[in-house]
């Protein structure tokens, strides 16, 4: 299994950015993926997941301005990321639970700075 995540960066407050997880190694259809986020010291915290059907949760503090989906055929999870506080700079990251064990990709470093 193996999830690489792209697409993060520097971007002004209110601004956005649209992070991407390519996933390979597992039915990718079958199974939820989600976006976890770490900035030290916190905890790394779930964002939100998106469920094989197309069911989707995000934790309140980016409910409406996050939104996760999935595209089955190119085995890829997005998270689109609008009104971008600083309190989201956080090192972002692809995760799953597939074939009986959670897998992360290496993260990627989102910084909401003017």
């Known amino acids: 299994v193996k999830l690489v995540e792209s697409g993060g960066g520097l971007v002004q407050p209110g601004g956005s950015l649209r992070l991407s997880c390519a996933a390979s190694g597992f039915t990718f259809s079958r199974y939820p993926m989600s976006w976890y986020r770490q900035a030290p010291p916190k905890e790394r915290e779930l964002v939100a997941t998106i469920t094989s059907v197309g069911n989707t949760y995000y934790v309140d503090s980016v409910q409406g301005r996050f939104t996760i989906s999935r595209d089955n055929a190119k085995n890829t999870v997005y998270l689109q990321m609008n009104s971008l506080k600083p309190e989201d700079t956080a090192v972002y990251y692809c995760?799953?639970?597939?074939?009986?064990?959670?897998?992360w990709g290496q993260g990627t470093q989102v910084t909401v700075s003017s």
């Open positions: 995760q799953t639970n597939a074939l009986y064990s959670s897998y």
